[in-house]
């Protein structure tokens, strides 16, 4: 069946290191979204990709969409102890109206 | 705008009792969507409304739990009789509209069941 998973699980890096997770579908996706939940808070909607190849930017978060439109990327530059949190890709379920979670990457920065 | 709202935003109950979820989505919103989070299982879709018409329940666990839309600002999502293993993060999320749209989740409700 259709699956949408993330890597890695989970990410300690020093505060300033940059930080990467990377997202892989089983299918092609008509778009990919990013969510970040903080410890103890709900989902937060980050950012909607839809172009095969696509890039798009947020202060020191980078998105990124595959040419083919199967995996996508979010990479943080000097992290800082507020992105500390779970990153969830999401994508449609072929044929229907709602969205797969990823496994999520739980991102730890350490001051 | 308030966002979508939730309560409780804690329950405890003991196994057998019922337990009642509710969910006021963002005005003008016309998907609702329920969720299940765990640590084993993550984040997993219940069941989804659009237009207050039931879409997809195949994510609902079993015959235990239900969900209703009656209007387009409440829903509920009920669990009948809860079981240790309903222990769980549940959310409710509402959308501009189905598909490629993003979801505002509510706060959530942190149901124990003892």
């Known amino acids: 069946g259709q699956q949408v998973m993330q890597i890695p699980q989970y990410q300690h890096v020093q505060e300033g290191e940059d930080f990467t997770t990377y997202c892989n579908s089983s299918?092609?996706?008509?778009?990919i979204q990013w969510y970040k939940q903080r410890p103890g808070g709900h989902p937060v909607f980050l950012i909607q990709?839809?172009?095969?190849?696509e890039v798009k930017k947020q202060k020191r978060l980078t998105f990124q969409f595959g040419e083919a439109k199967k995996n996508s990327s979010l990479h943080i530059t000097a992290t800082q102890t507020t992105d500390v949190g779970t990153y969830f890709c999401?994508?449609?379920?072929?044929?229907?109206?709602?969205?797969?979670f990823g496994t999520g990457t739980r991102l730890t920065v350490i001051p | 705008d308030a966002g979508v709202i939730q309560s409780p935003r804690h329950e405890v109950t003991e196994m057998g009792q019922e337990v009642t979820l509710r969910c006021k989505p963002i005005?003008?919103?016309?998907?609702l969507f329920w969720y299940r989070q765990t640590m084993m299982r993550g984040l997993e879709l219940l069941i989804y409304f659009n237009n207050n018409v039931p879409i997809d329940d195949s994510g609902m666990p079993e015959d235990r739990f239900s969900a209703k839309m009656p209007n387009a600002s409440f829903s509920t999502l009920k669990i009948q009789p809860s079981e240790p293993r309903d222990s769980a993060v549940y959310f409710c999320a509402s959308s501009p509209r189905t598909l490629s749209y993003e979801q505002y989740f509510g706060p959530g409700t942190r149901l124990t069941v003892t």
């Open positions: 999401a994508g449609p379920k072929t044929g229907a109206n709602n969205l797969f």
């Open positions: 299918t092609t996706l008509s778009n």
């Open positions: 990709l839809v172009k095969s190849g």
């Open positions: 005005s003008g919103h016309n998907s």
